[in-house]
């Protein structure tokens, strides 16, 4: 007997990013602790990166473009269930809990993350669309990895200064929740700037758009389910037992 994957867990239309290029990193932030809530969201039960077909396909040319340059892309977030973003609304409404604010919010005040797009409630990560995503050079250096409670620095300090993500600079660490993470943001300049720009043009050349407020956030123009918000869980994957003979 073997086991082999299988697709039933998932829509139609939805497979695992390993599935379209393994070699594609994969580090779901909302899936553990180093978010800017400090937990995993609703609907995260494993650390899995789900995508919508066509999404896959593309991020597996920009890969294959992206290690021209002895880069690798890294995905923080993919396909994003629609309770994931109520509770993120509930989150932003509690004054009391500003546990990771030092590094994701020191800058502003936590209820006006919607008021500053920073987050959408009906986000395109829950049509399968959308993406976030940043570059690592190859070999992968290693990462620290981050334990509740560990020390948290500014998400606009130097790249020099974050500890736990093995990305090249980009001006803002992930999830910076600063003006700073806006795309072309003047006072981003040098090879954080040039970075930035090498990422929007692998990603636009494979159909995708970026969202300018986020230097990370990409949406896939041709979207495979423009009117369809989903929220069905990212469990642990579905393995069943087959006769190998």
């Not at 919607?114 to 992968?140: I, M």
């Not at 990409?218 to 190998?244: G, N």
Request: charged share 30%.
């Amino acid at each position: 007997m073997s086991a082999i994957s299988t697709k039933l867990d998932l829509p139609k239309g939805f497979h695992d990013l390993e599935d379209f290029d393994p070699t594609i990193l994969q580090e779901i932030r909302y899936a553990g602790d180093y978010n800017f809530i400090g937990r995993p969201l609703a609907g995260y039960e494993a650390q899995r990166c789900i995508v919508s077909s066509v999404v896959g396909k593309a991020l597996r040319k920009v890969q294959l473009e992206a290690k021209q340059f002895n880069l690798t892309l890294k995905v923080y977030e993919a396909y994003r269930p629609l309770r994931a973003c109520e509770d993120i609304l509930k989150w932003s409404v509690d004054s009391k809990d500003q546990l990771m604010k030092e590094e994701f919010y020191k800058h502003i005040d936590k209820a006006s993350v919607f008021d500053l797009s920073f987050v959408l409630l009906r986000s395109s990560h829950a049509r399968g669309a959308a993406v976030d995503v940043t570059l690592v050079p190859l070999p992968v250096p290693k990462q620290k990895d981050y334990k509740k409670g560990d020390r948290l620095i500014d998400g606009i300090l130097p790249k020099s200064q974050h500890l736990y993500d093995n990305s090249i600079d980009m001006g803002t660490g992930f999830d910076c929740f600063h003006e700073y993470s806006h795309t072309e943001h003047h006072r981003i300049v040098g090879k954080a700037k040039e970075n930035r720009r090498l990422l929007c043009q692998l990603m636009h050349k494979q159909g995708f758009k970026n969202y300018d407020g986020e230097w990370w956030h990409f949406t896939f123009i041709k979207e495979p389910f423009p009117h369809v918000y989903f929220d069905f869980i990212i469990s642990q994957r579905v393995q069943l037992m087959k006769d190998s003979n």
